[in-house]
């Protein structure tokens, strides 16, 4: 029998404890792994089997085309998220989740007894991966916290975020920031949590950081918010409280399917801008941009 791992990763100081007889689930984690066994707050279990049957549920999103998500029958309560192979159109991985995504059973499609050429493909272990990262996501929901689609950046022991539509350049943004000022990490290009501890909001970085892979294990307290919008003359000014919710609400990853959790993410958000000042930046990709964030931080 293959040994089974007991590993566990500890992200935005929430301990999650992983189970798994293979190792590639985890290794895009390995950089937040913990030696001191805690108690865990998100419990993870792989499983692997030949063949994985589609689960009975309703269906509340299929607007990602790598994965589809149900709400478990009546009188069982919890969720589905699976992906299918693009190929065979067979389930390659599946989420089995608790109520309050604290407890998961990951089924990966084994291929393992195969022949060479149907041997585990990567793509099973980029699914998994990211599926971690879903359920984790809404785990920190019970936590204070939420996460925000952006880039978050660390310098002088202070972190700020950079939140925008993809393509719109807010990788690039953080790029100029290490170019023109010392001293600055990235803690996640894609990402980052952000958690309200002490009543204060800090920024972690996760081993979920999109298709640049950009981040490391490290946090700081949230000091900005920065609403990133392309133009041809760089301007920066502070926003209301409303302007600073129509404007990052639509970045923060949001639980549509549940009114509770809702609840909880739209809570958690306005208490952390409420907190932070939140600034619109309309600029171009130059020195000149970051500079202006810079002298609003001073």
């Not at 990763?9 to 805690?38: G, N, Y």
């Not at 202070?158 to 350049?169: E, M, N």
Request: hydrophobic share 40%; charged share 25%; with cysteine.
């Amino acid at each position: 029998m293959a040994l089974t791992l007991l590993p566990q990763f500890e992200i935005a100081d929430l301990v999650l404890d992983v189970e798994s007889e293979k190792r590639e689930p985890m290794e895009r984690m390995m950089e937040f792994r913990i030696e001191q066994q805690r108690p865990g707050d998100l419990d993870i279990r792989f499983r692997y089997a030949e063949f994985i049957d589609v689960p009975e549920g309703e269906v509340i999103s299929e607007d990602n085309p790598y994965f589809k998500w149900l709400r478990k029958p009546s009188g069982d309560r919890g969720y589905y998220i699976y992906s299918r192979e693009a190929a065979s159109d067979s389930i390659l991985v599946l989420a089995d989740i608790d109520i309050e995504w604290q407890r998961v059973i990951i089924t990966c499609r084994d291929f393992t007894d195969k022949s060479p050429d149907e041997s585990f493909s990567e793509q099973t272990w980029v699914f998994a991966h990211i599926m971690m990262g879903v359920i984790y996501r809404y785990n920190l929901l019970y936590h204070n916290g939420i996460v925000i689609h952006s880039s978050a950046l660390k310098f002088k022991d202070r972190a700020i975020i950079f939140s925008a539509p993809s393509g719109t350049g807010k990788s690039t943004h953080a790029q100029l920031w290490q170019r023109h000022v010392d001293n600055v990490e990235i803690l996640n290009d894609d990402t980052p949590a952000v958690r309200i501890i002490g009543g204060k909001p800090f920024v972690f970085g996760t081993p979920w950081s999109g298709s640049s892979l950009i981040h490391c294990n490290d946090s700081a307290p949230l000091e900005a918010i920065v609403i990133l919008e392309q133009a041809e003359n760089n301007c920066i000014r502070k926003l209301t409280g409303q302007e600073a919710i129509l404007r990052g609400m639509p970045r923060v990853f949001l639980p549509y399917f549940d009114q509770t959790m809702m609840i909880k993410a739209m809570d958690t958000f306005e208490r952390i801008i409420s907190t932070v000042p939140v600034y619109l930046l309309q600029c171009r990709p130059d020195k000149e941009a970051v500079e202006m964030v810079y002298q609003c931080l001073k």
